[in-house]
């Protein structure tokens, strides 16, 4: 059997069999995947973004720096976690089905949250409550290792073929609406209690809501159906989940390089998601509060930006725009940014948020559709996977921790430079994407994927056979 290699996506002809009859589009599918997301990352983003306040009742020390660093090292241990869930996980997903490994995602991301959110304090249990929270993180990290590729091609394997990029985006846009809702908890209870209640037990409710909404996640994907183009390419396709990771690492080496780099400015989003406010209370002095509201603000922007841009991509192409030009935005802009927070004005936050936002909007809204038109549906999860959570994890996870260093040695704008050189080096691999979209119907998300075309004649013909 044969699959498409990265090398062959630009000329590659479509299959000849273009259009599947009786392919359902079902709203549920798409809320299924776009809830569930949302939950995810609203779960795993609320962490970063109340570290501050809740590290010293969890991880108590004798500075307030020492206590913010425990628990920012606790957070990246769910990124180290990632990378071997998205391994292991992302071939079942790929033999089994996209379904139940989003399922099992969102249990595991709420459970974690509700642990956090009712562990008490240090004070209270001793040494269990940061080994609670480290097991808690444990589970999220498993959660979010499976969740991210599997929605992906769950999202965009369930798309009408002009409207990938939409859908693709989709999964973005609940990312930053589950940062806008995360960052707007964490504003309001910082706004509703006291500095003494907040640290007491006021950052414990967005835990809480968080892992009261997984319920609703869970629901939704309980009713969703699998992708039609997962059940085709698995009629032909037997292999094992070993077998697959072992076919997605000697046949897509070159499309697994591109994911990487696809994925890789994440440290800009994860820097701007949950260290951004801090980042202004440590160098310039602003409150909580403002910082958390001004970056509720910015995100607007991103939400609208994403979902734009993807509907955009469907017309104009993937490649020729897009995270070209978000990468080449974040290299310009994020130096002069950071260095404008000097300034002093809740203004000067909301430009410095939301222009930041706008470049990382732009690039976020199409490289998830870009990843999964890589790669064939038998190895798509995996391939994703593989790629995405491990550069996550490298980049993504040590983010904030590797910007508080930066900002305690005194040198706050290296910051910026970090998160410059890294993008730059994608950029310089973005110009060997291939353009993977196309305005003319077609069977497979992957430009030429002879399983999924050759188990949808299997399929047609069974069928046949059962009508007769």
Request: hydrophobic share 50%.
């Amino acid at each position: 059997m044969t699959t498409n290699s990265p090398d062959d996506l630009g000329t590659a002809s479509p299959p000849e069999l273009t259009e599947v009859p009786n392919r359902p589009h079902s709203s549920v599918n798409l809320l299924a995947g776009t809830i569930g997301h949302f939950v995810e990352w609203y779960d795993w983003y609320v962490y970063g973004l109340l570290a501050a306040v809740f590290a010293p009742a969890i991880f108590p020390s004798d500075s307030q720096f020492a206590s913010l660093i425990a628990a920012l090292l606790t957070y990246a241990i769910g990124f180290v976690v990632r990378p071997f869930s998205g391994i292991i996980i992302s071939p079942l997903a790929d033999r089994y089905g996209r379904k139940i490994v989003l399922t099992l995602a969102v249990s595991g991301m709420a459970l974690g949250a509700l642990i956090i959110g009712l562990t008490p304090g240090y004070h209270t249990i001793g040494y269990a409550a940061p080994v609670l929270f480290m097991i808690a993180r444990i589970m999220q990290g498993i959660s979010a290792g499976a969740e991210a590729q599997s929605a992906i091609s769950f999202m965009v394997e369930h798309a009408p073929p002009h409207r990938r990029g939409l859908f693709g985006s989709f999964s973005n846009m609940a990312s930053g609406l589950a940062t806008l809702a995360a960052t707007g908890a964490a504003a309001i209870v910082a706004a509703s209690f006291t500095p003494a209640e907040l640290a007491a037990w006021g950052w414990r409710i967005p835990f809480v809501v968080g892992g009261l909404l997984g319920v609703v996640g869970l629901v939704m994907r309980a009713r969703a159906e699998e992708t039609q183009e997962f059940e085709a390419s698995s009629l032909v396709d037997k292999k094992s989940a070993p077998a697959r990771l072992w076919a997605l690492l000697r046949e897509h080496p070159k499309a697994l390089l591109q994911t990487a780099a696809l994925s890789a400015p994440a440290v800009a989003y994860y820097t701007w998601a949950t260290f951004l406010p801090t980042y202004a209370q440590l160098t310039s002095g602003r409150d909580s509060a403002s910082t958390l509201v001004g970056s509720v603000i910015g995100l607007t922007l991103l939400v609208i930006v994403v979902p734009v841009c993807g509907a955009l991509s469907d017309r104009l192409g993937r490649r020729k725009i897009f995270p070209i030009v978000g990468a080449i935005g974040m290299i310009v802009l994020f130096y002069p940014l950071l260095l404008l927070l000097n300034q002093p004005g809740f203004w000067v936050y909301v430009v410095v948020a939301a222009s930041g936002w706008l470049v990382l909007g732009i690039w976020q809204s199409i490289y998830p559709t870009i990843q999964a038109e890589l790669f064939p549906a038998s190895v798509r999860v995996s391939g994703i996977g593989f790629a995405h959570q491990l550069v996550i994890a490298i980049f993504g996870g040590t983010a904030p921790l590797i910007a508080a260093v930066f900002v305690d040695s005194g040198h706050p704008m290296y910051v910026a430079i970090y998160m410059i050189v890294i993008v730059a080096i994608c950029l310089a691999v973005y110009f060997t994407l291939p353009e993977t979209g196309s305005k003319t119907p077609r069977a497979t998300v992957a430009l030429k994927d002879e399983e999924v075309v050759e188990g949808e004649l299997e399929e047609a013909a069974m069928r046949d056979a059962g009508r007769s």
